[in-house]
């Protein structure tokens, strides 16, 4: 989405930014990837690069920072 976002340097691909996007929505791995048309292990790796990317290590963590930030 191009609401007022500001640039958060995080520098997610649009395939995170959509992960993330299923993620905060209460999507299991399992569903994004059908979602997606895309295998669970790659949504795993979406999933670490987010992590990653953002510097955090659980799932409560990114969707708490994706909320906040606005980052979807």
Known sequence: ???A???TGY???SREKEVL???VDGNTM???AEKL???YHTVDNHIRNIYSKLQVHSRTAV???ALKERLY
């Open 1 to 3: 989405s191009v609401h």
């Open 5 to 7: 976002a500001p640039s």
């Open 11 to 13: 520098q997610l691909t």
């Open 21 to 23: 996007h299923l993620l």
């Open 30 to 32: 399992n569903k994004i």
């Open 37 to 39: 048309f895309i295998s």
């Open 63 to 65: 969707v708490t920072k």
